[in-house]
């Protein structure tokens, strides 16, 4: 029995002719056409990728600057200032007793009272 298929395969082995491949489909430039679209995928990526990283720089760079005007104008309402921590960062060292003075104001307005007699300080330091 195994004689048998043995001679059926070598019959099969004796008539096999191989087929020559057809050519790579190349385009005029020698690039295959997948491959200029994964470099058209890549080179869109990166144009992306760029052009969000210089949105984000200058949208960073747009930071209010406190003007003494501006900052007499927003501390007039204090509860309802808004103030970046870029543009404070930059009220801090161009200005700095400007700064404290917002500060305090904030402070102020914002945390309890601590010198009454029952504040939290006092309340904290009788324990």
Same mark, same amino acid.
């Given at each position: 029995?195994?004689? %048998? ?5 070598? =019959? ?8 020559? &491949? ?5 385009? /005029?430039?020698?690039? &295959? ?8 995928? /890549? $080179?869109?990526?990166?144009? =992306?990728?760029?052009?969000?990283? *210089? *949105? *984000? ?5 747009? /930071? ?6 501006? *900052?007499?104008? %927003? ?5 309802? $200032? ?7 960062? %930059? ?8 700064? $404290? ?15 009454? /007699?029952?504040?939290?300080?006092? $309340?904290?330091?009788?324990?």
């Amino acid at each position: 029995m195994h004689d %048998r298929d043995d001679e059926q395969f070598e =019959c099969y082995l004796k008539s096999f002719r191989p087929v020559d &491949p057809g050519p790579l489909p190349f385009s /005029a430039s020698g690039i &295959p056409t997948s491959g200029r679209r994964r470099v058209a995928f /890549a $080179v869109t990526a990166v144009g =992306c990728f760029a052009v969000a990283a *210089l *949105l *984000l720089i200058t949208l960073s760079n747009r /930071a209010p600057r406190m003007t003494d005007k501006t *900052l007499s104008e %927003r501390t007039r309402e204090p509860n309802q $200032v808004q103030v970046s921590a870029p543009a404070l960062t %930059r009220l801090a060292f161009d200005d700095h007793d400007t700064f $404290v003075e917002l500060i305090s104001r904030k402070a102020e307005s914002q945390l309890p009272p601590m010198k009454g /007699a029952q504040s939290a300080l006092r $309340v904290l330091a009788k324990e």
